[in-house]
Every structure is written in C-alpha cells, then in structure tokens.
C-alpha cells in the first residue's frame, strides 16, 4: 500500500468516476425529481457527465494517454 504511483490513483479515480456516473444515472431513473428541482437537477447532471466523464474518456481513449506514454522514460 506504501507504493502507490500516479498510475494507480489515476486509474482508482477514472473508476470511481465511471461508477458514480453510472450510479447517478442509475438514481435519476428510478427516483422522481420535483419540478421545482428539474432545472437544477438537469444542469448539475450535464455537469457531471459532461465535465468528469468526458475528461475520463478523453484521458483514456484520446490522445492524452498516448503523448504520456510516449513522453514517459522506459524502464
């Protein structure tokens, strides 16, 4: 546990990230939203999804991922 890199906690993060976007979907299907609360609701969720999740998938399936393992020194 004392040899945690950059690697693994990024890798932990874009997981619970993953998760918790899907458990917010999960929430918003099964429970009902009050109209008063729709809006806000509506916006905290495109947020979420459009911020975290994005970025996670950009990271992982972009070409940041990429230029950092070509940029990183081989063992």
Known sequence: MSQIG?????NVLAILIVLGCF???Y???VREIPKSN???VNIAVGFVFGGALAG???Y???NTKS??????PSK
């Open 6 to 10: 950059k690697t693994q906690i990024r």
């Open 23 to 25: 458990a917010l979907l």
């Open 27 to 29: 929430i918003l299907q």
């Open 38 to 40: 729709k809006d806000i």
């Open 56 to 58: 996670v998938v950009g």
């Open 60 to 62: 992982y399936f972009g």
């Open 67 to 72: 230029n950092a393992e070509h940029d990183s």
